[in-house]
């Protein structure tokens, strides 16, 4: 199971940390969510919980606290990109584009990745 | 429509001059560009002013110095594009007919705020995630290795080169060259980005003085360089998957500026382009068109983008080695392409230097590429 959690207090997103948003009329997802359809203007918009499963498009370090840590951009198959730090699994040295990676944690610090993906094998159950 | 020339052209050399008010900082080069262009105060129209880092109305607060008030002042933000979109604007003005002179100037003294990656708004979620300007241009340059099979040293080639140029040029922050061997020396910033791979902040203004046909005989202006074509695009607000290696928002601006002037890229002799960090370079050869999508740095290690090379890609040493400070970039390179094509830049002088290019992008937004991009093109 995925592990979700939000300390709720920092950022817009709050609670549903880990959503994007979704037009009812033309059906437009955005992220971080809005309440205001870019695609349409409408306003009838709700929330949507983001697929566990995604794609690193690509990827660097960066500080993250007192260490450093690979972060990257992955992509979803709501077709929304989110930054996130990548966790690797033991056997591996750095990050590769492309590699499959599924959400371990979610939680909102600022200054700090929201969103913690580990690296997972290609076609297994999330 | 009239066409529109550079008339004057102001720049001082970047670095760290944190003990300078800003407004005399910037005072300098304005006046430098009026004295150049030699057309007095009193026929300037309306001016420009950028500063992305620096105080409100920035515009009145340096323009007050150089007794150019009352007249319409626009300060104009649009991050590392911001001067250039102001002298884009001061083009289209001119060119209509609705001003005969404009003065367009950027200044930005990035020493005041302290060391390190410039900040970002907190309000932006990636921002508010961590991401700072050196972790995306990483991530570009990541995926430029993926897609076209480049090792992380082959990035210390394009610094190698910038600071080669920017050793011959005076007004250059980094006037010393350096080896692949120190390049890989420096700190990692940013996985493949050392150091030496990333733009230095510093101190900058520079500024230009604009003038219509008419005016520039009138005053009988020197050495006039035309504007051929302005372009500036805002990046496509996209939260979902683009492309980081092929920059849909550069292409295209110069693609468009191509076809307004009518030129192709066989015909640019020079260039000067927002490396901000070392792939970027690679990633813009091949977004003008100098070659295709893969092959940037075999075009960077045929020396055609150094001097004495068919296309010279920033000959002041780029952001690289000039500086970046954000809004007097665009501006600096417009200064720059100018004074090439007034055969004026001595020991990096562009030889026969008829057409060159003033690319700038800028924004580190949340589901943009980029925030904005302007091109500008200058023809003898």
Redesign the interface.
């Known amino acids: 199971m995925t592990s979700l959690t939000s300390t709720g207090h920092v950022?817009p997103a709050g609670p549903g940390l880990y959503a994007?948003s979704l037009c009812v009329d033309c059906g437009y997802?955005?992220?971080?969510p809005t309440a205001l359809c870019?695609g349409c203007l409408s306003e009838r918009v709700r929330r949507e919980q983001l697929s566990a499963r995604g794609t690193l498009?690509?990827?660097?370090?960066?500080?993250?606290g007192e260490a450093d840590a690979f972060?990257?951009?992955v992509?979803l198959p709501?077709?929304?990109?989110v930054?996130?730090r990548i966790l690797l699994a033991a056997d591996t040295s750095?990050p590769?584009?492309?590699m499959a990676v599924r959400l371990k944690e979610a939680e909102a610090v600022?200054?700090?990745?929201?969103f913690t993906f580990e690296a997972a094998a290609a076609g297994s159950e999330a | 429509m009239t066409n529109v020339y550079v008339a004057g052209t102001g720049l001082r050399k970047f670095g760290r001059f944190p003990e300078i008010d800003t407004r005399v900082f910037a005072a300098e080069v304005v006046a430098q560009a009026l004295r150049e262009s030699g057309i007095p105060r009193e026929r300037i129209d309306v001016a420009y002013a950028s500063s992305v880092f620096g105080d409100k109305s920035m515009g009145q607060r340096v323009l007050g110095q150089v007794g150019l008030t009352g007249i319409p002042i626009f300060n104009v933000e649009n991050a590392c594009s911001s001067s250039a979109s102001g002298v884009h604007e001061a083009f289209g003005k001119i060119a209509s007919g609705r001003a005969e002179v404009a003065v367009v100037f950027g200044v930005d003294m990035l020493s005041k705020l302290g060391r390190g990656a410039i900040p970002l708004s907190?309000d932006d979620?990636?921002a508010?995630?961590?991401?700072?300007m050196p972790?995306l241009y990483?991530?570009?340059?990541?995926?430029y290795m993926?897609e076209h099979g480049l090792r992380p040293s082959d990035f210390s080639e394009v610094t190698v080169k910038a600071r080669a140029h920017g050793a011959r040029n005076p007004l250059a922050q980094f006037q010393k060259p350096v080896t692949i061997e120190e390049v890989e020396a420096s700190r990692?910033v940013?996985?493949?980005?050392r150091l030496l791979h990333c733009c230095p902040t510093g101190d900058g203004a520079a500024a230009v003085v604009l003038a219509s046909e008419r005016a520039v005989k009138e005053f009988g202006v020197r050495q006039p360089v035309r504007i051929g074509a302005t372009v500036l695009h805002s990046g496509r607000?996209e939260?979902?998957?683009?492309s980081?290696t092929t920059s849909h928002v550069s292409t295209k601006s110069f693609r468009e500026v191509y076809e307004m002037a009518g030129v192709g890229p066989d015909d640019i002799d020079l260039a000067e382009i927002h490396d901000a960090f070392a792939c970027a370079e690679l990633m813009y050869y091949e977004a003008m068109q100098f070659c295709r999508p893969g092959e940037a740095l075999s075009l960077l290690r045929s020396g055609a983008t150094s001097l004495g090379g068919r296309h010279v890609v920033n000959p002041s040493g780029g952001l690289l080695s000039r500086g970046h400070p954000v809004a007097a970039s665009g501006a600096a390179q417009i200064v720059e392409i100018t004074r090439q094509l007034q055969n004026r830049s001595g020991a990096h002088q562009v030889a026969d230097a008829r057409i060159g290019l003033a690319h700038v992008t800028g924004g580190g937004l949340?589901?943009f590429e980029h925030g904005a991009c302007a091109v500008t093109l200058l023809m003898k």
Request: contains cysteine; charged residues 15%; hydrophobic residues 30%.
């Open positions: 950022h994007c997802r955005n992220f971080p870019p498009y690509s990827w660097t370090t960066n500080r993250v972060v990257g951009y992509d709501e077709g929304l990109r930054f996130a750095q590769q584009c492309g600022i200054g700090k990745p929201h | 907190p979620w990636d508010a995630n961590g991401l700072v972790v990483a991530m570009r340059a990541q995926r993926h990692m940013a996985n493949p980005y607000y939260p979902g998957p683009y980081m949340t589901g």
